[in-house]
């Protein structure tokens, strides 16, 4: 569903748009599947003034969150498409002005606005240049690890400005692999990806004044963090004129906030880690426009919001738990007195998914979607159970969840599944409803699957996130292996039949532990690992390690190929595609050519032209796959 206004919102059935009101309670249709059928559409966006539709169509991947499409501009009030939409094909970004019906849209690395859909588009940049310059769009390493997201330019409230990234990845280096296809000779992906100690892409801001063609004006980095390599790390527009921008040194603890028009900054600096859980948080502009409100750490190291004015950061909430993230900031009049604020309630756990209409008094209005049909097919099937619980180590409580087979007896021994990721600021004991591969070996296979969340963990204060910091490869290794002696000792694990399984973190994490030489594992599985941090991407890697050249004790120590000897005593499988953009193909290569120099018999599995996430039959293959092992293992 999409809210179009505080009262009205837009929902798909077979194939088509509706309009619901909540007022009259009236549904109408608002597009049809018909129209979709006519360019072949598999998506739209609805101009501000909902007078456009932009239907996208010819939708091909690039990255994790990147794509180029085709995009035809529909008028509603004359239900025709535009014959000359003046949008090239294959556009990387799309983008509606917040209101009316301005555009603004990225082809070949180059930035263009439309005033109006019939307007002839303006190109606002020219310098854009394949694996060199990108403007409005991130590189690889920004998608990936800063923005989360392939958009770099940002309508200010009006429309009247655009505001957008360039990124120089003239001095980055570039990562190659091979495509095979299915032509006489393979292709090569080649894409500029710096790692550890490396150039960086270099950043700049840009405004561009939608009323004067010729008006482009930098936003100027300041001066405390320009001096070196920095990062953009978010942009907010406060007002039309007013521009919010967060700005980090490369060392990524600390951090400027600045708003730009009026001298209102505020510096951060984190003295035991990195700032933020990944990157920092969204500021969320109070109604005065001139304060804001973010979540950060307070002195105590938890994560709360903070209202921040005149450059000082007074704390609005406090304890030892932590704020994930602020939805919406609102004063209390405007909040009362607006009768028609609604809003989607989501429940993902422990039990079946609720999604429910409520108003701001929390009144249910509608139940959308209650899963009553799956809760009667699953009572008819003899489904696991779950056990919460946490372990103490020292001052922390390390939280884990068991997914027990059915009719679970505590007097039985039972095969054990670690479950593992443990990434910097991770957490999987976390009460959501999950239906996948747990579930499966559980029910039928009758295995226990645990996760556990160690050190480095987050939520629960950065004193425990931070305990990995340029230390990654040692604690929350350490601690997964603890977690399997305790599970042993509650008695009902069978500790000749212990296995631990991850994918990307979680695959470089099972590969340690398997290397630790603990005894206590007799098989893994890991999927996409790390090997050597010196392999991975900079922003990341830097983030929890700092460069090289100034944390080399430990990029050398956490190492999976180090430990290859120790491997001689586990059943290992490898697995990894070959054309993985994000974990390359060369993390896998070196593990195997390590194990292979310490004549370490294991099993390999690679997926052709499939990248981090193993998608369409991959998928199905490498989880029966793993099943297959874990039955020998376990045999």
Excluded at 523 to 538: L, N, Q
Aim: one cysteine or more; glycine letters at 6%; charged letters at 20%.
């Amino acid at each position: 569903m999409r809210w179009i206004s505080d009262h009205e919102y837009l929902h798909e059935k077979d194939g088509s748009i509706f309009l619901h009101n909540l007022i009259t309670g009236n549904n109408s249709e608002f597009l049809s599947s018909i129209t979709f059928d006519q360019v072949a559409a598999y998506d739209y966006v609805v101009s501000a003034d909902q007078k456009y539709v932009a239907f996208k169509s010819n939708w091909t991947k690039i990255w994790r969150h990147s794509f180029t499409a085709s995009y035809s501009l529909y008028d509603l009030a004359g239900s025709t498409f535009l014959s000359t939409p003046d949008i090239p094909h294959q556009v990387h970004l799309f983008a509606w002005a917040p209101t009316g019906n301005k555009m603004a849209f990225v082809w070949e690395n180059d930035v263009y606005v439309k005033t109006s859909p019939a307007a002839k588009a303006m190109q606002v940049t020219s310098n854009g240049k394949h694996n060199k310059i990108l403007n409005g769009i991130p590189d690889w390493v920004y998608e990936e690890e800063m923005f989360s997201s392939y958009e770099a330019m940002w309508w200010s409230p009006g429309g009247r400005y655009l505001a957008y990234a360039e990124f120089n990845d003239t001095l980055v280096q570039n990562i190659e692999y091979s495509w095979y296809g299915k032509e006489q000779y393979p292709d090569t992906v080649i894409f500029p990806y710096p790692k550890p100690g490396t150039p960086n892409p270099v950043v700049k801001l840009f405004v561009y004044d939608t009323t004067n063609i010729s008006n482009i004006t930098e936003v100027v980095v300041p001066a405390s963090v320009g001096a070196g390599d920095h990062y953009l790390a978010t942009v907010t527009w406060v007002t039309d004129e007013r521009i919010a921008v967060q700005w980090q040194k490369r060392k990524q603890n600390e951090l400027r906030f600045q708003i730009y028009d009026f001298n209102t900054k505020l510096d951060v600096t984190s003295k035991t880690g990195w700032i933020g859980r990944f990157s920092p948080s969204n500021p969320t502009l109070s109604a005065d426009k001139e304060s804001f409100y973010i979540v950060m750490s307070d002195n105590n190291g938890y994560k709360h919001i903070h209202h921040v004015t005149r450059g000082t950061a007074t704390a609005v909430t406090s304890g030892t738990w932590e704020v994930v993230d602020i939805l919406k900031v609102t004063n209390n009049i405007i909040w009362e007195d607006t009768h028609y604020i609604k809003y989607v309630f989501v429940s993902t756990g422990p039990g079946l998914p609720l999604y429910t209409l409520r108003d701001n008094r929390d009144a249910e209005i509608q139940v959308l979607e209650d899963n009553t049909a799956l809760e009667v097919l699953l009572s008819e099937i003899h489904m696991p159970t779950m056990r919460r619980d946490f372990i103490k180590k020292g001052e922390f409580n390390l939280w884990y969840q068991m997914t027990l087979p059915p009719g679970f007896d505590k007097s039985k021994k039972y095969p054990l599944l670690i479950d593992v990721y443990a990434g910097p600021c991770s957490q999987t004991a976390d009460f959501r409803y999950r239906l996948g591969w747990a579930a499966y070996l559980a029910s039928t296979e009758k295995v226990i699957v645990a996760s556990f969340d160690g050190r480095g963990s987050g939520y629960q204060g950065d004193k425990l996130m931070h305990s990995i910091y340029r230390r990654l490869g040692t604690y929350e290794v350490e601690d997964q292996i603890m977690a399997a002696k305790e599970f042993t000792n509650m008695g009902f694990v069978d500790k000749g039949r212990i296995a631990i399984w991850g994918w990307s973190y979680g695959g470089y994490v099972t590969s340690m532990v398997l290397g630790a030489g603990s005894g206590v594992f007799k098989c893994g599985m890991a999927v996409a690992p790390v090997s050597k941090w010196e392999y991975y991407d900079s922003i990341y890697t830097e983030r929890y390690m700092n460069q090289p050249s100034e944390n080399l004790e430990f990029y050398n120590n956490s190492t999976v190929t180090a430990r290859a000897k120790n491997f001689k005593t586990v059943q290992y499988l490898l697995v990894h595609g070959t054309a993985d953009d994000n974990v390359h193909f060369q993390q896998a290569a070196q593990i195997s050519a390590a194990l292979v120099e310490e004549q370490v018999d294991f099993e390999a599995m690679w997926y052709t032209d499939k990248d981090h996430g193993l998608d369409g039959s991959a998928n199905q293959h490498v989880y029966t796959h793993m099943s297959h092992f874990l039955q020998s293992c376990f045999a």
